[in-house]
């Protein structure tokens, strides 16, 4: 590549879009990142070279500071087009070494390359739900010798695990994910250059419903996509003479009912595993082999190998993802494993998991063994505690229980059971009908999530604090399974809660290729109106038969996630392109939400003010929210709808109609307003960082009248806020919505609120990760680490207190008595790490510069503690801030990266502007707060 380096050390950590290195690549415009070389203070230039196939480019030097998305620079690619390049930079101290090459390859960029035919199994009737099976598919090839690469892409209606030649393809779990399929589908691609052989191969597959026809959402109602699955699998063998040969799926393969007579995410998995064909997916014969003939429920007719059905090819785009796969990240041994009766094992894990368990001692050949798995046991410890799974939806039974799967041994010598087609939310495990004991070594959980490089780090001289860290990475990592999920053991949803939940996600794991991901979803299903459907993706469209069942959406808070997500993406990773791929779902969103206000009133303040105040255009006064969803403290107001006549509700249709009745009734318009405000302030910023400056201005004035309105209506003439509560009084101030001179009155109301509920949070879901912040930023330091620290009912150390390894759904998820309270793996309370980085630590991101290129080192001790450290990897390298309070001296080590710039303020107040290295720092201790203990 020319040119030799000066001395100066290579960039590193060189990447493509999200990820390091990509197979299948259909991003057409690629754009790299990398880390500047060791104490590089700032990029000058830059220079791209590498070659696409044999064809060499070079941008030569180019003029700019930019490390982050930069456009690759190289001619037009093409697809399954090999490409490899390095980067050098000019700095300060000179010209650069080169880095290591980036390898990726592009996958199949036109719909014109696919030639494989989409197949899908014999099924004759579709199966009811919870009775559909995993079906095998198998097609044979023949390949010449000299083969030097192959390349196998594949997706599917539905969960794929992909076989050739008997061995699995890959390490994806639950591919191709969960996305908008209507309008996108993601396909995987896979090296299989070492397991073709010349001569005859078998392709194999294994084909359940997955998200695209199973049970989804807190309404679990089927075929929200479709209601027949499909495959897609294309296999690419070049040649040492230069040629390709293409084959894949087609009319000649043949399916089968396996061992899985049963597979869905709510309904678990049932299988037989003396009922798996052998050498299904090897050359040669297969002997079905099973001890039951082929289930008449399955559908299937004849043989059980019979020939596919061609499926039609769908609309959806077939791209890459974003994100990193979901794979098999940590395997759990068990803690205890207990027989408190015969046949009966209670399994603990010692750990909150999203994934499945792995059983290798299933016992003698046709053991029929039941496993269901709980985040809980029984208040009396003798069992596991299935409630918290089904609190909301008393109606649902399925056919194997909550979180249960069924498997029948193929005896000593046989597989292990691993229900791969599934994912639970569990702690526990109870195994019923095994005759003999399980030894620990024959059980293990298996952590399944998105596979998201973890980026931040949290340790201090309070072991209970660290724990708290620790609880909420965990809390984080099983929210992550392809999608954002809110929570994993009942509904399994991409929820937009996700826009408050972010900003603690962020701190401890890259979820900058989720986010993108999940955005293209969001995009993909908002309604034409501008409307953010609570959940995305969403398998009820618009006009979906089903769509019934739905707690309408475009809710305050929820919807503004579409706001939210990208701005707190593009603030820690400095991707401008994702805010200008989602601006016209921002806009779309944020002009529904202006409508709305604009031309529709409460019936309440109809009633009470007949002809509407000018500020009222400005009101989000109406509609279906959750508002401060679980905030803790006194019963809502009475509504229409009574709870005792809730309480007689039985099927789910009632049920939706009567919440739906009861929320609207309720005037939500001081929460919804809030959010309002927020989401077109924040449009506003993001208008003038794409260079829209007629939108910045107009954004801006809207969100300016629209706090105008807020202060008009919420705020009384003596300065009080009409409504109340913490959570109010939480987002007046983190939102701006209160003037500067009543900023100490608020929070002075804000600080008594709390001491009157027991100095206790009053928060629910939305306002929670902003409690501990706020309260620091607003002269609050002491009130803050004593809540952190508080202990008993409603507070963050209940969770250790009380057994947990996760962050619950409500406050008290496990009380001191043992009872479970709704789900016990959600990250509301997870965002705790928002104060341990951005306060304890003293890390927190500029509120102009994106990507962590310049930002603050803060720490504020307190709460007794005497030393603390945050690590935290930033798009531009490791930041640390490590502080110990010592002999009446507070020191301070600080890291900064290369290419960044940092403010350091020390507890007594001095001020220091720093640069890439390690720099240290010592002052007076302030007097230290001595927490609660």
Known sequence: MGELGWGVSAPTDLRVEHRPALLGLTEPSPRLSWRLPEGAARQRAYRIAGHMGD??????????????????GGPPLVSRAAVRCAVRVRTGAGVSAWSEPVHWEMGLLDPDDWTAHWIGPAEGEVPPPGFRPAYHLRGGFTAPGGVVRARAYATAH?????????????????????????SHLHVQTYDVTGLVRTGGNVLGAVLSDGWFRGRTSYHRLPDGFGDRTALVVQLHLDHEDGTTTVTGTNPGWRSAVGAVKAADFFDGVAADLRDEPAGWHTPGPVSHGGTIPHAPQNGLVGDPWSPVVLRERPAARLISSPAPPVRRLQELAPVSVTRPARGVHIVDFGQNVGGWVRLSDLGPRGTLLGLTHAEALTPDGGDVDTSSGQATLRWYEPPRGVQSDLVVSAGPGGPAFEPRHTRHGFRYLRVDGHPGRIAPGGVAAVAVSSDLPRTGWFRCSDARVERLHDIACWTYRNQACDIPMAEITRELAGWTDFGWNIRGARLVHDVSGLSAKWLADLAADQWPDGTVRNYAPDPLGPGSLTARFAIPHGQAGFGDAAVSVPWETWRAYGDDGLLARQYASMTAWVDRVARVARDERHPVRRAARPEPAPHEEFLWDTGYHFGEHLEPGPPKPPVTLTRQRIARITDLESFTAAVVEEMRARDHAAFATAYFHRSARLLSRIAGILGRPDDAERYGLLAESVRAAWQAEFITPDGALTCDTQATHLRALAYGLVPADLRARTTARLVELIHAAGTRPGTGLPTTHLLLPVLAANGHLDLAYELLLRRGSRSWMSV????????WEVWDGITPDGRTNLALNMPTRASVVEFLHGDVGGVRLDEDVPAYRRFTVAPRPGGGLTWAEVKQDSPYGRIGSA???EGGRFSLEVTVPPGTTAEVVLPDGTRAEVGPGVHAFAARAEPADSGVA
């Open 55 to 72: 064809q060499p480019w070079d941008t030569g030097w180019v003029a700019s500071d930019r490390s982050l998305f930069v456009p690759y």
């Open 158 to 182: 539905g969960l794929y695990e992909l076989f050739l030649n008997g061995e699995r393809v890959g390490d994806a779990e639950l591919a191709p994910g969960f996305t908008a399929y209507r």
């Open 800 to 807: 250790i207190d009380n057994g947990g390894t996760t962050f």
């Open 883 to 885: 502080w110990r309070i």
